[in-house]
């Protein structure tokens, strides 16, 4: 047989292993269960969609629109918002509240199951394994935790917040780990237990903000820029990069 024969009568195999591997990647039960769910929909309602892969408490309330991937998990006392979409792999804990319009990509972690709650205004982007919400890293929580004091985190609206960032709750229940709106939150960031953060903000990556500190209003800092706990950075400030910013509790004692 020559080479021009062989290689046309090869054609009709690889044409064949193409359609199956065609009809492979649209045979997953993804469109069946959409179509299930369409049908089933309450009339001028987005449906929602579960993956079965997906563990979903049945006491956690469901928004209408809402999307839920493969290996999701979202506890008994979650509540989601309309359109929220969960990427595979991402969970939610504990008294956590979404609002509308909000994404966990892969890998992120929002809430935890402990005394307090976590709550997250409308159309925010928590990125690929983030910890949001979770137990402060203050030694003193070990003691009010087991006492069973709450701690809170709210977060606003519109805040993109980046892969590998962290975000804790407050330390004790007469605090609260605050954010508000239209921040960008870049990679690898980490803001503590009590901290105060405004609107309109830029964190650049590796930014560390310590327990207690407050950042105002369109305040920008770059790569790597650490603050220490209860400083304090005004609004439309600029901290270069590789910055340590340092609190002395008695300035006076340690003159320049």
Request: proline residues 5%; contains cysteine; glycine residues 10%.
């Amino acid at each position: 047989m020559s080479s021009s024969s062989l290689v046309h009568s090869r054609r009709p195999l690889f044409s064949a292993l193409r359609t199956l591997s065609l009809r492979r990647d649209f045979s997953t039960s993804l469109p069946r269960i959409l179509v299930e769910e369409k049908d089933n929909a309450t009339p001028g309602k987005s449906p929602s969609f579960i993956h079965p892969a997906a563990i979903v408490h049945p006491g956690a309330v469901i928004g209408q629109g809402v999307s839920i991937g493969p290996f999701c998990t979202v506890g008994s006392s979650a509540k989601l918002g309309n359109a929220c979409q969960l990427y595979p792999g991402s969970h939610i804990f504990g008294n956590t509240e979404l609002g509308d319009q909000c994404v966990l990509m892969t890998g992120a972690v929002v809430g935890d199951d402990l005394p307090g709650r976590t709550v997250i205004g409308c159309n925010n982007v928590i990125g690929h394994h983030c910890v949001v919400g979770i137990k402060c890293q203050d030694m003193k929580y070990k003691v009010r935790f087991q006492s069973g004091d709450e701690c809170f985190l709210e977060i606003g609206d519109n805040n993109e917040i980046r892969e590998h960032t962290s975000i804790h709750r407050s330390s004790k229940p007469s605090e609260k780990t605050v954010i508000g709106d239209n921040n960008l939150v870049m990679g690898s960031c980490h803001i503590a237990h009590d901290c105060k953060v405004g609107s309109n903000n830029i964190l650049a990556n590796n930014t560390l903000l310590a327990g207690h500190v407050v950042v105002e209003d369109y305040a920008h800092t770059a790569g790597a820029t650490v603050v220490h706990q209860f400083c304090h950075i005004g609004s439309f400030s600029f901290i270069g990069g590789g910055s340590v910013v340092i609190f002395f509790p008695d300035f006076h004692q340690f003159p320049l």
